[in-house]
C-alpha cells in the first residue's frame, strides 16, 4: 500500500523542522506544504513548543484549518475559530515559586499565556521576537508581547494563567542556573528542551503526545494515520503513537535512537524531501 493511502494525515514540528533560523520558512518548503494542503483538503496539523500566536504568518500562507498544538501540548486552539479547546497551565503557586526563583537569579526567562508573551527587554530572546515582528509586513502576524506590565502581579491576582516559562541559555553556566531553578520542581513540574538552547518548565506530564491524543480524540481521528515530522526532545512522545515519523537531519540523537529502537526504516531528511510533494505533483 502507498504510504500517502496509508497515512492520509500529516502533523509537523515548527522549528528546526519546518523552520529554520529567524522563525523563516524557506520558499522549496512552502511550496511542498501548500502543495500537501491542496492534495489532502487541508490535513495539515502543526505541534509546536511555541504558542501558536507565535506563528500567525504560517497559519495564513498554508491555510491551516486544522486545530493547533502548542506550548508543548499545554494548549490546543481552533485555527478558524480562536476557541481554545484545551488548555493545561501551571499551578498558580508553583508558577510563582519559578518565576520567584529566577528573578532572584536574575536568570533570563519568558513567560508563556495563552493570549500574550511577557518578558524584559534585557532578554536576548525577546529581542529576536521583536526583530521577527519588525520585518513582518502585516501587523496582523506579529507575536503579541508584553514588556511593560508586571505579569508577577497578574499572576498574583489571578489575572492570567502561565502555560509555560521558557528558559533561554548560551553557556552550560547559564543551563546549570537554569537547572538549579527546575530542579526542587521536578516532582512537581515537567522540564524539556524545546530547542538546544531552549529549556521549558510547564506543567506535570503534559506534552505534545497528550495534546495529540485529545484532538484525535475531539476530531474522532486515528493518531496512526498520521505521519509525524520532528527534531527535538518535545517531540519524543508524539512519535510513539503516530503511525510513521520522519526526523530532520537535525534532530537530536535522542529521536534518532528511539527510531531505531522501534525498528523502524523511517527517512531523516528535510519536509521538501520526503516523498510527499512528489506524489501528489505526479498522481494529481
Same mark, same amino acid.
Given at each position: 500500500?502507498?504510504? #500517502?493511502? /496509508? ?15 529567524? *522563525? ?11 502543495? *500537501?494542503? +491542496? ?18 504568518? *504560517?497559519?495564513?500562507?498554508? /491555510?491551516?484549518? %486544522? ?13 478558524? %475559530? &480562536? ?27 519568558? #513567560?508563556? %499565556? ?43 491576582? &489571578? ?13 552550560? %553556566?547559564?543551563?546549570?542556573? #537554569? ?38 480524540? +475531539? ?13 527535538? *526532545? ?23 535512537? +528511539? +527510531? ?21 505533483? /505526479?498522481? &494529481?
Amino acid at each position: 500500500m502507498n504510504l #500517502v493511502k /496509508k497515512y492520509p494525515y500529516v502533523i509537523t514540528d515548527l522549528d528546526g523542522t519546518i523552520a529554520g533560523k529567524g *522563525y523563516i520558512i524557506n520558499p522549496e518548503t512552502y511550496e511542498a506544504l501548500q502543495t *500537501y494542503q +491542496l492534495a489532502s483538503d487541508y490535513h495539515l496539523f502543526l505541534a509546536s513548543g511555541r504558542l501558536d500566536l507565535m506563528a500567525k504568518e *504560517y497559519f495564513a500562507k498554508l /491555510k491551516i484549518k %486544522t486545530p493547533i498544538i502548542s506550548c508543548n501540548g499545554t494548549l490546543i486552539r481552533d485555527s478558524l %475559530t &480562536n476557541e481554545i479547546l484545551y488548555q493545561q497551565p501551571l499551578p498558580q503557586a508553583l508558577a510563582l515559586a519559578v518565576l520567584t526563583k529566577a528573578i532572584a537569579g536574575n536568570v533570563d526567562h519568558i #513567560v508563556y %499565556t495563552a493570549n500574550m508573551v511577557y518578558g524584559h527587554l534585557e532578554s536576548g530572546r525577546i529581542a529576536f521576537m521583536l526583530k521577527y515582528n519588525a520585518q513582518l509586513d502585516n501587523d496582523d502576524y506579529r507575536i503579541p508581547i508584553d514588556t511593560e506590565t508586571d505579569y508577577v502581579a497578574l499572576l498574583k491576582n &489571578n489575572e492570567i494563567e502561565v502555560l509555560k516559562i521558557l528558559f533561554p541559555f548560551n553557556s552550560s %553556566t547559564e543551563l546549570e542556573q #537554569v537547572q538549579a531553578i527546575y530542579h526542587p520542581f521536578k516532582d512537581a513540574a515537567d522540564g524539556v528542551f524545546s530547542q538546544k538552547d531552549l529549556f521549558d518548565i510547564q506543567a506535570l506530564n503534559i506534552n505534545k503526545s497528550r495534546a495529540f491524543k485529545k484532538l484525535c480524540a +475531539l476530531k474522532g481521528s486515528d493518531p496512526q494515520q498520521f505521519i509525524f515530522y520532528g527534531d527535538n *526532545y518535545n517531540d519524543l512522545e508524539l512519535v510513539k503513537i503516530v503511525g510513521y515519523t520522519v526526523a530532520m537531519g537535525n534532530s537530536v540523537l535522542e529521536l534518532k535512537k +528511539l +527510531l531505531i529502537q522501534q525498528q523502524w526504516q523511517l527517512p531523516i531528511m528535510g519536509f521538501v524531501n520526503i516523498f510527499l510533494p512528489k506524489y501528489y505533483q /505526479k498522481n &494529481n
